[in-house]
């Protein structure tokens, strides 16, 4: 298996899908991640009663999208992990598996 030498923080990517990402600022006592995308540029988590996707940015910051519903945040995770592993593909590597792609949604 060849792993991504690149550092786990996000850069724009032309080919992810559009999402809004804003800074994350804890909402509640405990931060739960519930599953991590390949090389941990991606984390599903939830807080306070709401799911949401995480990622590191450069200078060892989070930020987050699609905070809501279990539904909503799940397809949103499950949008970037697909992209993110296309992009793996594109460049001739194999991405690690992902046990929440594939799955009925």
């Not at 991590?36 to 996707?53: D, I, K, M, Q, W």
């Amino acid at each position: 298996m060849v792993r991504d030498r690149r550092p786990p923080t996000a850069e724009p990517d032309p080919q992810e899908p559009v999402f809004e990402w804003v800074p994350y600022t804890p909402v509640g006592s405990a931060l739960r991640v519930t599953h991590t995308s390949c090389c941990g540029l991606l984390e599903f988590a939830s807080e306070g009663g709401a799911f949401f996707v995480l990622r590191r940015i450069c200078g060892g910051r989070d930020e987050e999208t699609g905070r809501g519903h279990y539904r909503q945040a799940f397809d949103i995770y499950v949008a970037l992990a697909e992209a993110h592993q296309a992009e793996h593909q594109r460049r001739g590597e194999a991405p690690e598996p992902d046990s929440f792609l594939g799955q009925t949604r």
